[in-house]
């Protein structure tokens, strides 16, 4: 199963992040749970965890890119 | 929630080193992450240290040079936030604590940090409000208290820091947050230095007030096998 990670609203007043950094690589494999990626709003930076244990197969997005909520920053092929 | 509520231990540490107070929260947040340790909240003050954030911009650190004369290191963290100030005077407020235990949400953390330090300034007749889409506290145009905070699993790192006696030279420094507005210290608006371990003894109350937190004081020994 492909599974499309989104750039998180996580705060009801967030339109966009800025994607700091990749804790995984394309071709890793990564546990539900585990932080993927870091966002820092204006004045707070959050870890996002992966909702899901499979492998990183597409990273949209390099590091200091500024994405709105809900695009597709990477693409993960899901464990059944 | 049971019903004794949310209870919280707190620890005065005085003055630390930054990297010092960093490597300590760093591993507060492991072990509050594997939960053996409820919320902790670390109270304190740091010695002259420039840091920036992750969305500092290297253009903002204005005097590079007499930074360098004054021996006052720069360094890199992992908070939110652009470039600032931290020296003795300055009443740091560090909380390890899971947001989402608790029901809290970013911009209500942020609120509730900025409400406290409104709170406790409100004692000392001093009227501060917030400006907005910046964040901090402001006392007209001039900031008061700055911060900067970081979630790895909902559980939090850094936080604020409340200018009470800091000396506010080196703010001069650097372009504080990339805001390019001044910042002001509680000293200088009541015109006498205070007691900082009575404002951080009321900085506690007002935190345990904000965030409806039982909070008990521990000794620093405590924190020994972090």
């Known amino acids: 199963m492909v599974y499309e990670v989104q750039m998180p609203k996580l705060d009801i007043t967030m339109e966009k992040g800025i ?3 990749w804790f995984k690589k394309e071709g890793e494999k990564i546990n539900k749970g585990e932080p993927l990626f870091e966002v820092s709003t204006e004045k707070v930076s959050t870890e996002v965890e992966s ?4 492998m990183v197969m597409k990273i949209n997005f390099s590091a200091d890119d500024i994405v709105n909520v809900g695009e597709v920053v ?3 092929e899901a464990e059944a | 929630m049971n019903s004794c509520g949310w209870v919280g231990v707190a620890f005065r540490m005085g003055i630390l080193d930054y990297e010092e107070a960093l490597n300590l929260q760093n591993r507060l947040v492991e072990a509050r992450k594997n939960e053996e340790i409820s919320d902790t909240v670390l109270f304190l003050q740091h010695l002259p240290v420039i840091t920036m954030g992750k969305s500092g911009k290297l253009q903002n650190i204005l005097a590079p040079k007499r930074i360098e004369e004054k021996n006052i290191r720069v360094i890199y963290t992992d908070r939110g936030g652009d470039v600032t100030y931290h020296g003795p005077g300055q009443l740091v407020v560090y909380p390890i604590i899971n947001l989402r235990s608790q029901g809290i949400t970013l911009s209500g953390y942020v609120w509730k940090l900025e409400e406290m330090v409104i709170q406790l300034l409100s004692c000392f007749g001093i009227e501060a409000s917030r400006v ?3 964040r901090g506290v402001w006392v007209g145009k001039e900031k008061i208290a700055a911060l900067g905070v970081h979630l790895s699993r909902w559980i939090s790192k850094h936080g604020l820091a409340l200018n009470v006696n800091t000396n506010l030279d080196p703010f001069d420094l650097i372009n504080p947050c990339g805001t390019g507005r001044r ?3 509680m000293a ?3 015109g006498r230095e205070l007691c900082i371990d009575n404002v951080e003894s009321l900085m506690i109350k007002c935190f345990a007030e904000v965030f409806g937190m039982n909070i008990s004081l521990e000794p620093t020994n405590r924190l020994k096998p972090f």
């Open chain 1, 74 to 76: 990477a693409v993960i």
């Open chain 2, 188 to 190: 200088k608006i009541l």
């Open chain 1, 19 to 21: 994607l700091v950094k």
């Open chain 2, 132 to 134: 907005e889409k910046m």
């Open chain 2, 183 to 185: 910042v002001t210290s």
């Open chain 1, 51 to 54: 909702e899901v244990s499979g």
